[in-house]
């Protein structure tokens, strides 16, 4: 661009990399909440749910960490934000926030991986009967300590979960110079409505990558339901959004992603998909999970642009 | 800092001025004056050119959402990046309404307009901008002084923030007088 006679463009500050973290941490704390609340809250075992969820929240938080200090202007100086600290700033406040998430994260994990792996163990000990699996036995039983920490972590993991999810939506909506950021819910200046819809869709989208990891070994039928309930909350806080901001907001290049990504692939078209199952009966749990997470990506993505394309 | 656009003739000696003061790397700059839309038809043609650079906000969105305090007031309440203290995350680049930052190619650090405060202003002397503008179109100074020729200039001609309903409060001002907004 000619400095002096160009027109000049509002430059991109974050960008796809930003995005796709936004998008992750969303998947991690919906994955934590998915696995956390089964176990505390379920009266039907989902162990495979409760498996998927744990694993795939400590996956997915530290690939997004990483992809945050890779888009850093110096990724070697990332532990400074853990030494300066600024309360007035929501991303000094979401560091903490997310590195005890990413911790209870890992805990959880761990805790989910070897009680599953003492089972197995106790399996195979007493299906070989001569093998008194002494060393198992032991094993099995330190682990079995460290299991009294599993309802604790779960339930601060949950608390978490839901704060790192908030928190990419606080990240943004606190930029008061961006409108559509800082677009508040229903003009209740109070309430940013980036939070909500990000918690909204982070849980749609953990639930969906932790359906997707179940696989199909039990009957998901109420995680099925939720996921549908959510994604009618999340039509509904798209529509209100539309209406509430600029229209500018959704055309130029940002039409595409908003209108083929966020609403056809991540709303409608699971929504129709979910409702059609319900009625033939049919299994599509791997369409819906997967529409539903680009849908998530797609989100993100509008979010992170339009906010700073249109300002 | 007010700058009294009637008075700019779109010569950029400030860009260049401020590139040889602040080492700014090839491609990046703390301050360029584009010019606005060409408007109009004869005989009521206009252009003018406009300075950009740091506002120097009162109420910085930048310094607010910095996470490792870079960004702050210094003593004179000058808006300032502590390199050492930078990381680079461009939070500070998603919020300043004026497109007055960015990251330094060759630090990783976010950079902008210091008024050339360590090098100059510290010193007694006025930003480079300042004293090599050919047309006298800016006038450095302390506003909070009465005395100064800032704001003496500022107390005749009716200076206008950018942005005002941002909340921002600059302390750059921009005398629209003689040009045609």
């Known amino acids: ?311 | 800092m007010i700058i009294n656009l009637a008075k700019c003739i779109g010569c950029q000696a400030c860009t260049v001025a401020c590139k040889f003061q602040n080492n700014v790397p090839d491609g990046q700059y703390r301050t360029k004056t584009p010019s606005s839309a060409l408007k109009g038809t004869y005989p009521n043609v206009s252009q003018y050119f406009i300075k950009e650079a740091c506002q120097m906000c009162q109420n910085a969105p930048c310094v607010s959402v910095c996470p490792t305090k870079a960004s702050h007031y210094n003593e004179d309440g000058v808006v300032l990046v502590d390199v050492d203290k930078c990381v680079g995350c461009k939070y500070c680049m998603t919020a300043c309404p004026y497109d007055a930052r960015f990251l330094n190619k060759a630090t990783g650090a976010v950079e902008k307009c210091t008024f050339c405060y360590e090098l100059k202003v510290s010193k007694g002397e006025k930003p480079a901008c300042v004293s090599t503008c050919v047309g006298g179109a800016l006038i450095f100074g302390d506003l909070n002084d009465p005395a100064s020729e800032a704001s003496q200039f500022l107390a005749k001609h009716k200076g206008e923030a950018r942005k005002p309903e941002l909340g921002t409060h600059p302390d750059v001002y921009y005398i629209y007088e003689g040009v045609v907004k």
């Open chain 1, 1 to 311: 661009m000619d400095i002096t006679w160009g027109a000049s463009v509002n430059e991109i500050a974050w960008g796809g990399i930003i995005a796709f973290y936004l998008f992750l941490a969303g998947i991690a704390g919906g994955a934590f909440l998915t696995a956390s609340l089964t176990e505390l809250f379920s009266k039907k075992q989902y162990p495979n749910v409760i498996r998927s969820g744990a694993y795939i929240a400590p996956v997915t938080i530290i690939i997004g960490l990483g992809l945050l200090v890779v888009d850093l202007g110096r990724p070697l100086t990332f532990w400074k934000l853990l030494l300066n600290v600024n309360f007035g700033s929501v991303m000094s406040i979401g560091v903490f926030i997310i590195s005890a998430f990413s911790a209870l994260a890992v805990v959880y994990a761990y805790l989910v991986w070897s009680a599953a792996a003492a089972k197995k163990q106790i399996k195979l000990a007493s299906a070989d009967e001569k093998l008194t699996a002494l060393p198992e036995v032991v094993a099995t039983s330190e682990s079995q300590g460290l299991q009294v920490l599993r309802k604790p972590v779960a339930i601060l993991g949950a608390l978490f979960s839901v704060g790192t999810a908030t928190y990419t939506g606080f990240l943004l909506s606190a930029v008061t110079t961006s409108n559509f950021w800082h677009t508040p819910l229903l003009g209740i200046e109070a309430i940013p409505f980036l939070p909500i819809l990000f918690l909204v869709s982070a849980t749609s989208t953990g639930i969906a990558a932790t359906l997707i990891g179940a696989g199909n070994s039990r009957d998901l039928t109420s995680y099925k339901k939720i996921d549908m309930v959510l994604i009618i909350l999340e039509l509904v806080l798209i529509s209100v959004l539309y209406l509430s901001v600029d229209p500018i907001f959704f055309t130029g290049s940002m039409a595409l992603p908003f209108w083929f990504g966020v609403v056809a692939i991540g709303l409608v078209l699971p929504l129709l998909l979910s409702i059609y199952s319900i009625m033939k009966h049919k299994n599509v749990i791997l369409p819906v999970s997967g529409l539903v997470i680009i849908g998530g990506l797609c989100l993100r993505y509008f979010v992170v642009y339009t906010g700073q394309l249109f300002r």
